[in-house]
């Protein structure tokens, strides 16, 4: 057999544009009708283009404006994990690379020590999923994320080691529709 450039460089392509499709293994779960994201009401004062996130809905909201905002049900962190309070989101990511923080491997060092290296974007375990915002408070990065997940089934409840989990096609959607420089708000 006879390699030729042309082959290996389109191999090469193959397997780099395949990466996060293939790096977790396929399985169906069915999203109930309630989870999926929903133009609803709000308050009319709320400005638009703005995150806000209630924790003990377990609901992030997208604000259009004129009291409408999409609604996505998300997973967050159990009591006293989760972030509160106002930030921005400084940075955007298409399949992140993850790395616990020190704080995370001290409380838990079973569940994160085994990946106090890291893990590449699109590995099966990289609990970031396929999208994340980087939410930042005053310039500095509270370490704090909205992000995609490989666990779809863990919306609506207390997850999370503190940030806010959403399905990754939701996470996409919602990727798409927030600049950098957006306001995001979580009480």
Same mark, same amino acid.
């Given at each position: 057999?006879?390699? *030729?450039?042309?082959? @290996? +460089? ?10 996060? @499709? #293939?790096?977790? %293994?396929?399985?169906? @779960? ?10 609803? *009401?709000?308050?009319?004062? !709320?400005? %638009?283009?703005?995150?806000? @996130? /209630?924790?003990?809905?377990?609901? +992030?909201?997208?604000? #259009?404006?004129?009291? /409408? ?16 309070? &106002? ?5 955007? $990511? ?7 923080? $020190?704080?995370?491997? /001290?409380?838990? %060092?079973?569940? =994160?020590?085994? =990946?106090?290296?890291? !893990?590449?974007?699109?590995?099966? /375990?990289?609990? !970031? ?5 980087? #939410? ?5 990065? &509270? ?6 997940? %490989? ?8 997850? *999370? *080691? ?11 959607? #919602? ?7 957006? &306001?995001?708000?979580?009480?």
């Amino acid at each position: 057999m006879k390699l *030729s450039r042309r082959g @290996v +460089l389109a191999a090469a392509a193959a397997i780099v544009a395949t990466g996060p @499709v #293939l790096a977790a %293994p396929p399985r169906v @779960v069915k999203i109930p009708r309630e989870w999926l994201p929903t133009e609803i *009401s709000v308050n009319e004062a !709320l400005a %638009p283009g703005q995150v806000h @996130v /209630r924790i003990a809905q377990n609901r +992030l909201y997208w604000t #259009l404006g004129n009291g /409408r905002a999409i609604r996505y049900v998300v997973a967050l962190g159990a009591a006293g994990r989760n972030f509160t309070g &106002t930030a921005q989101v400084a940075r955007k $990511a298409e399949w992140p690379a993850w790395t616990p923080t $020190a704080n995370m491997i /001290r409380q838990e %060092p079973a569940v =994160y020590g085994p =990946y106090a290296g890291g !893990l590449p974007g699109g590995h099966a /375990r990289n609990p !970031l999923g396929s999208r994340a915002l980087y #939410l930042y408070q005053n310039g500095r990065d &509270t370490y704090y994320r909205i992000h995609g997940t %490989p666990q779809p089934w863990t919306m609506g409840r207390k997850f *999370s *080691s503190g940030c806010v989990r959403l399905i990754n096609e939701h996470v996409e959607d #919602l990727y798409d529709r927030v600049p950098v420089g957006t &306001t995001v708000v979580v009480i």
